[in-house]
């Protein structure tokens, strides 16, 4: 069974870093591309970023730029490292787990079977 358990959220202000941590356990961690989504209130699940078993990394738009994931093998964990932090940032942020998806599946959470219980992330002005 998967378990994913993010941490590292919290309160930033405008122009702050954060380093998200989310530890898979239960299964073959190098087998699995991984996923960062946010929903903010009212709004939907928004993609964030993805890494492949090969570490090739893909952003939404919005994070380009400041935001990057990387992942660790050896200790089950991806991260998301988060510069520039702007109030539309806050968020809930998820990390996110699947087996089988192909480039142009990354993008919807509708294809993630595997989810953590998420991290609040306020970023004040």
């Known amino acids: 069974q998967v378990q994913l358990v993010e941490s590292g959220g919290g309160l930033a202000q405008v122009g702050d870093s954060l380093r998200l941590s989310c530890v898979m356990s239960?299964?073959?961690?190098?087998?699995?591309?991984m996923a960062w989504f946010r929903q903010a209130p009212g709004k939907e699940r928004e993609f964030v970023a993805a890494?492949?078993?090969?570490?090739?990394?893909y952003y939404g738009d919005s994070v380009k730029g400041r935001f990057t994931m990387s992942r660790d093998n050896s200790k089950n964990t991806v991260y998301l490292q988060m510069n520039s932090l702007k109030p539309e940032d806050t968020a809930i942020y998820y990390c996110?787990?699947?087996?089988?998806?192909?480039?142009?599946?990354?993008?919807?959470?509708?294809?993630?079977?595997?989810w953590g219980q998420g991290t609040q992330v306020t970023v004040s002005s």
């Open positions: 239960g299964v073959a961690f190098n087998r699995y591309t």
């Open positions: 890494i492949f078993r090969g570490s090739n990394t």
């Open positions: 996110a787990a699947d087996r089988t998806l192909i480039l142009s599946s990354i993008w919807n959470s509708r294809n993630y079977d595997n």
